[in-house]
């Protein structure tokens, strides 16, 4: 019992460090506003990719949005993965909207080889990219511009808000992917970069031919965190632009099914990290979710553990909600108390199995 005690003491006192150390790095960022007009002639090029599978609901959507940048100044490479629906006419719909559009079809299967494909066609100095089925502030390619203008960076690490429906279920994921994308952003505040989005990043080009080596592409994705595991290990200048005009929104699972294998999908590519706060941070998060499920059950043979489970639920949860409560305000979070218990009730099993499924079935489709 003693070395029980010890072992889930220190697995609370990591958790703890670890949350501490986000809400230290996500105050450590200052906000970005893009007051300097004296910037005109270090405006760097940019070249927006994104790649699209069987997304005719969505891409529409997408390309609505770029049509109303602010910045019209940069070129759209949309590449065609294979699709079985309707998305390349969709596409096609919107060729006359943009100063430069290019379509290109896929040569492989698999989004990392479409998404490679579309960078080695883009003429752009800076690759914007963005998933088909999100949206973007209107100033979106404007401040991603100046900001580079101003800080020159290898990579920048960009915030992405998940948009919630109708449904409760929406609004769950909706807390957990913002705590994901906030707990990567206050790595970058801490100083040591651990996670990213595909789904909102840009990057300087030549970086991203000079790591193509790193990107490891038989796996199914990640080749996101592993670009910026590349870009870190070089010593290159990665930062988060925290402005709300950067914003790219995109879609919750609208089920459970979708969900899993979503989350799967991540879990799949864990092995394969090699940044090792990032390793620790999982490692931290699964074994604490272990450890709930392992002393709820062992509750039922031994009340004893029913009240350990009861304290490791507690820290977590508080912890969560001081950290909830410190982002809350640039994401926009409502129902925080009552959400972020609901979380932490369902949160323990579905780590632990998609982490579980993800390392032993590592081939969860993309689409």
């Known amino acids: 019992m003693i070395t029980i005690t010890i072992l889930i003491s220190t697995l609370c ?62 070129e759209l490479i949309i590449i065609n993965d294979n699709s079985q629906d309707n998305t390349l006419a969709e596409i096609e719909k919107f060729h006359n909207f943009f100063k430069k559009m290019i379509i290109l079809d896929a040569k492989n299967s698999g989004k990392k080889f479409a998404v490679n494909q579309a960078i080695n066609s883009a003429n752009g100095d800076i690759i914007l990219t963005t998933d088909a089925d999100c949206a973007a502030n209107e100033k979106w390619v404007e401040t991603v511009r100046h900001f580079q203008a101003e800080n020159d960076c290898d990579l920048l690490i960009l915030p992405v808000f998940m ?111 090699s940044d090792k706060l990032l390793v620790c941070t999982a490692l931290t998060v699964f074994l604490i979710s272990l450890s709930q499920i392992t002393t709820f059950v062992l509750g039922f043979f031994a009340v004893k553990y029913f009240a350990i489970f009861l304290s490791i639920f507690l820290i977590k949860y508080l912890t969560d909600i001081i950290f909830i409560n410190k982002i809350k305000v640039f994401f926009k979070i409502k129902n925080i108390a009552l959400n972020a218990f609901l979380l932490s009730l369902i949160y323990p099993v579905y780590i632990c199995i998609t982490a579980i499924y993800g390392l032993f079935f590592k081939n969860v489709k993309w689409k």
Not at 37 to 49: G, Q, Y
Not at 189 to 209: R, T, V
């Open 13 to 74: 006192i990591a958790y703890l460090a670890l949350v501490v150390f986000f809400i230290k790095g996500w105050a450590n960022i200052p906000y970005f506003e893009n007051h300097n007009k004296n910037l005109k002639n270090k405006l760097p090029s940019i070249s927006v990719v994104v790649a699209a599978k069987n997304e005719e609901k969505n891409i529409a959507n997408l390309l609505q949005s770029l049509v109303n940048q602010s910045d019209k100044n940069f």
């Open 163 to 273: 948009r919630a429906n109708d449904l409760y279920f929406s609004d769950i994921q909706q807390l957990e992917f913002i705590s994901l994308v906030a707990s990567g952003a206050g790595a970058v505040g801490g100083g040591s970069p651990i996670m990213c989005n595909a789904a909102n990043m840009a990057f300087k080009k030549e970086i991203y031919l000079r790591s193509q080596n790193d990107l490891q592409f038989l796996k199914q994705s990640g080749d996101d965190v592993f670009l910026l595991e590349s870009v870190k290990r070089a010593g290159g200048k990665i930062r988060f632009v925290k402005s709300q005009d950067a914003v790219i929104q995109t879609n919750a699972c609208e089920n459970l099914h979708d969900f899993f294998r979503q989350r799967s999908r991540w879990a799949g590519k864990a092995s394969a990290y």
